[in-house]
């Protein structure tokens, strides 16, 4: 009875983690949108992955997070921040890029069956009926909230490379998450933000030389309030907060349960978008959204198993 119990606990604190992630993800088009309307994506970047490397590391600093890596094979840790922000961000960014967003939005919707398939493949941990089908329902809905808003075609298979790229790492995060058991979500989050400001701000500096921009990139946060605002909520919620619930949540409730969720934050992007951008809310977006709760729920309809 007490296993039991302790379960449904790990349960609901991993599904929470889980949701409060892709919540943080889902507003952060709010803001990415303001900023990148007068600065570049790598801009956006590396500003994010600076503040929130820095944030963490005061924080370590200062003892308010145990960081204790010291002795410890960091190799886990390194392929965790390889796949994801780095490959990932480098994969999604260049993607959106080259093509369309009802396409490349269809290929980041793919992630979610990326990540039980990685699982299943990996881990050797195969998902239950009910994952598979409140996954494929959850895609559904994705896909319904994306083609509605009009389906256009690029045919840039340079794109579409990059996107596949961005779909198989992050797929491969899930899994060596889960496979670095021996660390602790502070230390998981912690790695990765370091991996990422040190690639995105190098990048950054280096598309900012090449355009004789590099003061402008410097002093960017003083001059530009909304990407202020963007880097401060990315940094601090979609980097810090979100990246340490996401690697709970894995490491709670496995890759398969936790990668339900992904189609969540496409529900907040839409909602947010509507309300706070007065963008168009169609009743086919509505009723894509409807259609991806009811996924999630689903995936998640058998609390004790897999």
Do not use: H
Not at 190 to 197: D, F
Request: overall charge positive.
């Amino acid at each position: 009875m007490k296993e039991r119990t302790g379960k449904q606990r790990e349960l609901i604190a991993g599904c929470l983690c889980a949701i409060g992630c892709e919540t943080l993800y889902g507003f952060s088009s709010v803001f990415t949108k303001k900023a990148t309307e007068t600065a570049g994506t790598l801009a956006l970047l590396g500003w994010r992955f600076l503040i929130a490397a820095a944030i963490m590391g005061v924080c370590a600093l200062f003892g308010s997070i145990k960081i204790k890596l010291k002795g410890k094979s960091l190799r886990p840790l390194l392929l965790v921040a390889l796949f994801s922000p780095v490959i990932y961000f480098i994969g999604e960014t260049a993607g959106i890029a080259l093509t369309t967003a009802s396409e490349s939005g269809a290929f980041l919707a793919c992630i979610p069956v990326a990540s039980i398939s990685a699982s299943a493949l990996l881990l050797k941990k195969k998902p239950t009926r009910v994952q598979v089908t409140g996954i494929l329902i959850t895609l559904t809905g994705v896909l319904i909230t994306i083609f509605v808003v009009g389906a256009t075609s690029s045919l840039s298979f340079t794109g579409y490379l990059f996107l596949l790229a961005a779909v198989i790492s992050y797929a491969l995060y899930c899994v060596s998450v889960e496979k670095a058991s021996g660390f602790s979500g502070a230390e998981i989050t912690y790695v990765m933000l370091t991996a990422g400001a040190a690639v995105f701000v190098v990048l950054a500096l280096t598309e900012a030389a090449i355009k004789g921009n590099l003061r402008e990139l410097i002093t960017l946060p003083l001059r530009n309030r909304d990407f202020l605002y963007a880097i401060l909520y990315q940094g601090i919620g979609c980097s810090i907060i979100a990246f340490f619930l996401s690697n709970v949540a894995i490491s709670k409730i496995g890759v398969n349960r936790a990668s339900s969720f992904i189609g969540v934050a496409t529900v907040i992007s839409i909602t947010a978008g509507a309300l706070i951008l007065r963008e168009p809310f169609t009743p086919f977006q509505i009723a894509g959204a409807a259609v991806i709760i009811a996924g999630v729920y689903i995936a998640n309809a058998e609390p004790l198993s897999g």
